[in-house]
T-cell receptor, first 117, second 111 residues
Framework: GAVVSQHPSRVICKSGTSVKIECRSL??????MFWYRQFPKQSLMLMAT?????????EQGVEKDKFLINHASLTLSTLTVTSAHPEDSSFYIC?????????????FGPGTRLTVL | RKEVEQDPGPFNVPEGATVAFNCTYS??????FFWYRQDCRKEPKLLMS???SGNEDGRFTAQLNRASQYISLLIRDSKLSDSATYLC????????????FGAGTILRVKS
């Protein structure tokens, strides 16, 4: 199947700093990527849909000024958690769909574990 | 009510057992359905898609009942390596083809 990478895999930062997470589709072009967040013992919750060349679409309750998404190319989307606070500590996962495949399957990155002190 | 509901478990079963997971979804416009597996602190991985006609992949059988908005997963001859959280996932369709995840069912297979 298609491969999606994420970087970094883990980050620990101080409260008030900003953290950028990268999501790359390695062997396909993804016009759409998705960003999810997963708190302990909970399921994945979609935060936003990242569209190449246009603004991201955010889910209800997700602050777009707090979680900045940039999808500047067909293989890269970035999520920046601005002024991170301890409550932002979570597992952030991106996914991408390969439009050329004709399938709805989404391929997930390995996730980024964010800990804000 | 959650859009996708699952029994959280945990299901504790011995090796070799048959175990069944159920899932219901509330959006009748949902277009496609999946079971994902998630190991602790890892990303979800697609286990199988679910079709109305039912489909089987080795020891795994998935069923979809659109009229009842119900999805199931049957695992036969459970292995220790099947221990994981199983996520019922529904594609809402529409713009962006958003996936909605159930909270997951925990399976623990013991020797």
């Amino acid at each position: 199947g298609a491969v999606v990478s994420q970087h970094p895999s883990r980050v620990i930062c101080k409260s008030g700093t900003s953290v950028k997470i990268e999501c790359r589709s390695l062997d396909f072009q993804a016009t759409t990527m998705f960003w999810y967040r997963q708190f302990p013992k909970q399921s994945l919750m979609l935060m936003a849909t990242s569209n190449e060349g246009s603004k991201a679409t955010y889910e209800q309750g997700v602050e777009k000024d707090k979680f900045l998404i940039n999808h500047a190319s067909l293989t890269l989307s970035t999520l920046t958690v601005t002024s991170a606070h301890p409550e932002d500590s979570s597992f952030y996962i991106c996914s991408a769909r390969d439009p050329a495949s004709g399938s709805y399957e989404q391929f997930f990155g390995p996730g980024t574990r964010l800990t804000v002190l | 009510r959650k859009e996708v509901e699952q029994d959280p478990g945990p299901f504790n079963v011995p090796e070799g057992a048959t175990v069944a997971f159920n899932c219901t979804y509330s959006n009748s416009a949902s277009q496609s359905f999946f079971w994902y597996r998630q190991d602790c602190r890892k990303e979800p991985k697609l286990l199988m898609s679910v079709y109305s006609s039912g489909n089987e992949d080795g020891r795994f059988t998935a069923q979809l009942n659109r009229a009842s908005q119900y999805i199931s997963l049957l695992i036969r001859d459970s292995k220790l390596s099947d221990s994981a959280t199983y996520l019922c996932v529904v594609n809402r369709g529409g713009y962006g083809n958003k996936l909605v995840f159930g909270a997951g069912t925990i399976l623990r297979v013991k020797s």
